[in-house]
């Protein structure tokens, strides 16, 4: 079965870092374009990064100098890297891929004290 | 940053009936113009790219059309499946930007 489950969300307080994953089955994540998309709760849809099969980078505003997109080939993953986080970071965070078909069902991240 | 403004917020309508969605842009973006469908507690499902190409598997009564800053999304006969909130998202430039969205409901 072709899929993406991401891993890693949780509590974290302010100011803290946390490392989302991104594994996927079934597709080749170094050989498709991959995003990050994340929603606030009650919230719409925000993109926030993307990563190029050639590993260009681009970042929303939101979070440039923050947050890192990466991938591991060897274990077909996509890594979101978040430092200094903040309350307004507090959103499901979705990995997306293969030209928006593949989504993943999303890792809850609540920044608070 | 391109701005999407989608109209109406809220569509109320009954099974069988036409959805209408607008989506317009503060800028021109060619047809770099995506469209999905988001259900309560699920993830976004794509319906329609580049303006009006249905994505593989969506059903026919789903279109997509415009192009440079109006677009709209038109459900011909609404499915009790179809009530959700639909989202468009422009990729002609960085960074992409998605609407706000409109929920369809009953």
């Known amino acids: 079965e072709v899929q993406l489950v991401e891993s890693g969300g949780g509590l974290i307080q302010p100011g803290g870092s946390l490392r989302l994953s991104c594994a996927a089955s079934g597709f080749t994540v170094s050989s498709n374009y991959m995003s990050w998309v994340r929603q606030a709760p009650g919230k719409g849809l925000e993109w926030i990064s993307f990563?190029?099969?050639?590993?260009?980078?681009y970042y929303a505003d939101s979070v440039r100098g923050r947050f890192t997109i990466s991938r591991d080939n060897a274990k077909n993953s996509l890594y979101l890297q978040m430092n200094s986080l903040r309350d307004e970071d507090t959103a499901v965070y979705y990995c997306?891929?293969?030209?928006?078909?593949?989504w993943g069902q999303g890792t809850l991240v609540t920044v608070s004290s | 940053e391109i701005v999407l403004t989608q109209s109406p917020a809220t569509l109320s309508l009954s099974p069988g009936e036409r959805a209408t969605l607008s989506c317009r842009s503060s800028?021109?973006?060619?047809?770099?113009l995506a469209w999905y469908q988001q259900r309560p507690g699920q993830a976004p499902r794509l319906l329609i790219y580049d303006a009006s190409n249905r994505a593989t598997g969506i059903p026919a009564r789903f279109s997509g059309s415009g192009s440079g800053t109006d677009f709209t999304l038109t459900i011909s006969s609404l499915e009790p499946e179809d009530f959700a909130v639909y989202y468009c998202?422009?990729?002609?430039?960085?960074?992409?930007?998605f609407g706000g969205g409109t929920k369809v409901d009953i």
């Open positions: 800028q021109s973006v060619s047809s770099f």
């Open positions: 997306a891929g293969s030209d928006w078909y593949l």
């Open positions: 998202q422009q990729r002609s430039n960085w960074p992409l930007t």
């Open positions: 990563i190029s099969t050639s590993s260009s980078k």
